[in-house]
C-alpha cells in the first residue's frame, strides 16, 4: 500500500491509549474486571474451582461491544479477526513458508474492512483516488483461498489453519461473533499461537487487557505476544502490518470528519450570508420607507 498519509486523529489515540481505558463503555469495564478477576481451568489455573468457563468470560466481552450501530460492533470484531490472524501468521509460516491462506485471508479482511468504513461514512460518493488500489478486490469468496489438500493432522498448524477459516466467517455479520469464539478457542486453549499448558493465563490478559480495548478504538495492539517471545523482526512486521491498517481504516475516518465539518461550516456561512441579505433587505426597505414619509 502506497497510501502515507497519517491522519491527526490516529496520531492522538496511538499517543494517549492508556487514558482511553478509562473512555471505553461502562459495559465493558465492567465485563473486562469481572474476566480478569475469574481464573479458569482451560488455562490451567491452579486457583480454579472449575466453576467458571473461560467461554462465559469470553462471550460476556465480546457481547459488550454491542452497540445500536450493528454495522461498526461488525467491523470492531473483524479488526480483532484480523489482529489474530496476523498473531497466528508466523506459526504457518514456520510450518508450510508457501502456504497462501494467512496471506489471501489477511488481504480479504482488510479489504473489506476498509470498504465496508468507506461505505458507512461516503454512501453515494466517489472515492478519493488515493484508496482506489486498497478498495479493490473486496470479494468475500473463499473457496479458491483453501487448496482441497489434506490438512495435516498436527495440531498447531491444523489449529492455526481453523484460524483462518473463523476469520473468513466473521465476515457474516449472523456468524461474526461465533467466528470470534472460535479464534480465541484456537489461540487461548488451542495451539495456534503456541503449543503447551505454560504461559496460557498471560496469553489470555494479553488479549483482554491490549487487544480487546485496541479492537474497540480500531487500533493496533501495544505489543504481540509469544510464549518465547516472536523474533524482533516477526514482532515488528506483525505489529508494522496492523498499525499499517488501522492508520488506513483512520485516514477515512477523518477525511470523513473533515468533510462533514466542511459542509457544516458551507451550511452555516450559507445560513449567515442568507440572513445577512435578509437584514440588509429589510434595512434597506426601512430606509426607503423613511425617506418617503
Known sequence: MAFQWRNSIYKQLTLNRQSLLHHLPASLQKAMVTAWNQHYEELYESESDGTVLLEDALSRTLNSFQTSNQ????????WMALTLAVVVEPTIKYYQPDH????????????????????????QE?????????LNDTSVEN???????????FQVLSEALDVYISAINALEPSHSLQALLDILDDCLEGYAIFP?????RELFNWWLLDIVPSCW??????SVYSLNEL????????LSQLEETSSLMWSLIEAAIHNQNSREEYWLSSRNNTFK???DSQFEHNQFTLSNI
Open 217 to 222: 478504538y480500531l487500533l493496533p495492539p501495544t
Open 231 to 238: 523474533a524482533n523482526d516477526d514482532s515488528h512486521q506483525t
Open 196 to 200: 503447551g499448558s505454560y504461559g496460557r
Open 126 to 134: 466517489n472515492f478519493n483516488r488515493e484508496f482506489d488500489n486498497v
Open 277 to 279: 441579505e435578509k437584514i
Open 143 to 153: 473457496n479458491h483461498i483453501f487448496p482441497n489438500k489434506k490438512i495435516s493432522s
Open 100 to 123: 497462501p491462506i494467512p496471506e489471501e485471508t489477511i488481504n480479504k479482511l482488510t479489504n473489506w474492512l476498509l470498504k465496508t468504513i468507506a461505505g458507512l461514512f461516503y454512501p
Open 71 to 78: 454495522t461498526l460492533m461488525q467491523i470492531r470484531y473483524v
